[in-house]
Each structure stands twice: as structure tokens, then as C-alpha cells.
T-cell receptor, first 110, second 111 residues
Framework: GEDVEQSLFLSVREGDSSVINCTYT??????LYWYKQEPGAGLQLLTY?????DMKQDQRLTVLLNKKDKHLSLRIADTQTGDSAIYFC??????????FGTGTRLQVFP | DVKVTQSSRYLVKRTGEKVFLECVQD?????MFWYRQDPGLGLRLIYF???????EKGDIPEGYSVSREKKERFSLILESASTNQTSMYLC??????????FGSGTRLTVV
């Protein structure tokens, strides 16, 4: 079945790295995504990774994919207060339908 | 930039009213989706559409219907609003497997 799990909260100090984790159950997923939602706003696509990749880096963001363990992570280097938001991971299969996790609320404190 | 516009940011409706939530995208995307977002439950898919006049039920379609008469517009309809439909509603569109573009959301309160 399709299920995507995330921890609900993460709190980090400004300047530290944040690591947000996600596990999924369906190994046939083709793309995996990270979205960011700021308060009162819709979701913004941060990055995505194709299922045959292990890692993708984009400026302060690093996505790691472990297909064997069905584990996806998002690392944010040098976390800033503007990174405070809810982060959703999502997976898709051979359609454009996405399955979302419950979201991780990242709180950055000074 | 791709833009997905939801007509209202905030709505307050009475129980039993018929409610229309409108969503328009300007990038000629085939696929459009309606989700609701509730704390601790993440995003749950209500309905989606892969083409004009085509619709598919998502995970929680009960109490909702949709309309897609034109490619750019996907409407969500609450036939008779109830208090358990108080939620944030998010519309999204996509073409190709590159992730969704979301609207800003409509926060609906049913009293």
C-alpha cells in the first residue's frame, strides 16, 4: 500500500544543519519530492529526485535517497529563521498523482 | 512562472450551503488536483482530473464533487456544507512528472 511517514516536529538552532526524514512503503515510486509550506500559504516545490538517483544537491539543500530502506531525507545547511515552515515529502508512481506525508514542522530558534 | 490561482483566501459559509471553490491555472496543464489539509493528517486527495470533463475520485471524495468544463479551471463543489468540511483546501496542477504547482489555498470555515 501507499504510505509516507514523517516526524511531526523538528527544532534547530540558527546556523545548524537540519535533517528532515521521510519513509515510504511503495518501492515502485518513480519520483520523490520535497515541498515547503510557509504559514498561510500553499506548498512550494523545493526539489525532487528521480528514484534511480542516490543524492541531489541544490545550494543549501541536499536530498539523500536510500531505496533499499525506502528512506528519503532533506538536509538544510546553515538553517535560517526563514526556513521555519512545514516540509512535506511526497512520492509519485507512473502517474502524476502524488502521495504526501503528514509534514514536518521545522522551527528555527536564534 | 506557472500560476495557480484560487479565487478566495478565506471563506465562511453556513451549514447546508452549496459552496464553490474555484481554481484556475495559466500553463495549459492537463492535470489538476484538489486536496484538503488538516493538522496532523497532511494532505488528502479529494478529486483529480487528467483532462477536460474528466474526473477521478481521490481518497476522500465523500461530500464533494468537481467540475472541469475548461482545461484551465477546476472547481470543487460542496453540495451541502458541513462543519467537518472546515479545512484548508489546496488546488494544484501539473504536466510532466515534475511535481505540482499549488495555489495559495482557501481556508474554509463552516459554521
Amino acid at each position: 500500500g501507499e504510505d509516507v511517514e514523517q516526524s511531526l516536529f523538528l527544532s534547530v538552532r540558527e546556523g545548524d544543519s537540519s535533517v528532515i526524514n521521510c519513509t515510504y512503503t511503495d518501492s515502485s515510486s518513480t519520483y520523490l519530492y520535497w515541498y515547503k509550506q510557509e504559514p498561510g500559504a500553499g506548498l512550494q516545490l523545493l526539489t525532487y529526485i528521480f528514484s534511480n538517483m542516490d543524492m541531489k544537491q541544490d545550494q543549501r539543500l541536499t536530498v539523500l535517497l536510500n531505496k533499499k530502506d525506502k528512506h528519503l531525507s532533506l538536509r538544510i545547511a546553515d538553517t535560517q529563521t526563514g526556513d521555519s515552515a512545514i516540509y512535506f515529502c511526497a512520492e509519485s508512481f507512473n502517474t502524476d498523482k502524488l502521495i504526501f506525508g503528514t509534514g514536518t514542522r521545522l522551527q528555527v530558534f536564534p | 512562472d506557472v500560476k495557480v490561482t484560487q479565487s478566495s483566501r478565506y471563506l465562511v459559509k453556513r451549514t447546508g450551503e452549496k459552496v464553490f471553490l474555484e481554481c484556475v491555472q495559466d500553463m495549459d496543464h492537463e492535470n489538476m488536483f484538489w486536496y484538503r489539509q488538516d493538522p496532523g493528517l497532511g494532505l488528502r486527495l479529494i478529486y483529480f482530473s487528467y483532462d477536460v470533463k474528466m474526473k477521478e475520485k481521490g481518497d476522500i471524495p465523500e461530500g464533494y464533487s468537481v467540475s472541469r468544463e475548461k482545461k484551465e479551471r477546476f472547481s470543487l463543489i460542496l453540495e451541502s456544507a458541513s462543519t467537518n468540511q472546515t479545512s484548508m483546501y489546496l488546488c494544484a496542477s501539473t504536466a510532466l512528472k515534475r511535481g505540482y504547482t499549488f495555489g495559495s489555498g482557501t481556508r474554509l470555515t463552516v459554521v
